[in-house]
């Protein structure tokens, strides 16, 4: 327990808001001291570190130049919102940690860091990883990016929130196929744009197209929550999917 409080007041210290390069720095400074080198692999996605440690050799992982499948996946993130300067030094007072990050997410995080130091000493088969980023606050892009290196079967985040409750839960693409029978002369025209069509089906084509493009057009917020990633139509009678 003194382990994980004592780099929880360490992460806790780190100023690590918003592209601040020199804080992540000091951060994966720590964690090195903690991982062995050969156990840790950093990928960057626009100068922000993106961190994956193995519990074994990361050969073990690999399916390909870049692409690792994880049995369980932890994740979690070491940036923070920022604040007063006083947040960043962290104190304990009647038995609890105050400090900016303790709960979303740092203390996690230092408990996640030092359980991976221990596996890498068990030597369990098991394919375990910890992935931890530092743009979760402004939208995680970067780990948005990382989704093509990574597969896996289970993944578990120990993020902040309210309550003390687990959440289940699980993302992923939800692929639909919807078909009119609506005959348009020209072969070439898309379902949605298709002005003159009264067919439901071409209807809620049109919608999710133009939802499409107003969701692309928003900044500041985070797409690795929700997104229509493709719409994909056939010449009339057409389908989406």
């Given amino acids: 327990m003194k382990n994980i409080l004592d780099l929880s007041l360490k992460l806790i210290a780190l100023k690590t808001t918003k592209n601040n390069f020199v804080e992540f720095r000091k951060a994966i400074n720590l964690i090195k001291k903690l991982i062995p080198l050969s156990n840790l692999k950093i990928f960057y996605y626009r100068r922000l570190p993106v961190l ?5 050799n990361p050969k073990v992982f690999q399916l390909g130049k ?3 499948y994880f049995d369980i996946l932890l994740q979690g993130h070491l940036d923070v919102v920022d604040g007063d300067k006083k947040l960043f030094r ?4 009647r038995g609890f940690l105050y400090g900016r990050g303790a709960v979303d997410m740092k203390c996690a995080c230092a ?4 359980l991976m130091k221990e596996l890498i000493d068990l030597k369990i088969k098991k394919r ?12 995680g892009e970067s780990a948005e990016k990382m989704k093509k290196s990574i597969y896996g079967d289970i993944l578990i985040n120990l993020d902040g929130g309210y309550g003390l409750d687990l959440t289940y839960g699980e993302r992923g693409f939800i692929i639909f196929e919807l078909i009119t029978e609506t005959q348009k002369p020209t072969p070439a025209i898309k379902l949605w744009q298709f002005k003159g069509a009264s067919d439901p089906v071409q209807k809620l084509a049109r919608d999710i197209h133009n939802l499409t493009k107003e ?5 500041g917020i985070n797409k ?8 994909i139509a056939e010449s009339f ?3 989406l999917r």
């Avoid at 408990?111 to 030092?114: D, G, K, T, V």
């Avoid at 969701?215 to 900044?219: A, D, I, L």
């Avoid at 690795?224 to 719409?231: H, L, Y």
């Fill in 66 to 68: 870049n692409k690792y």
């Fill in 111 to 114: 408990l996640m860091i030092l």
């Fill in 237 to 239: 009678p057409g389908e």
């Fill in 52 to 56: 994956l440690i193995f519990n074994q």
């Fill in 215 to 219: 969701f692309n057009r928003q900044k």
């Fill in 128 to 139: 375990i990883g910890l992935m931890l980023n530092f743009d979760e606050e402004v939208g």
């Fill in 90 to 93: 962290p104190k304990i007072k």
């Fill in 224 to 231: 690795t929550a929700f997104g229509v990633r493709e719409i």
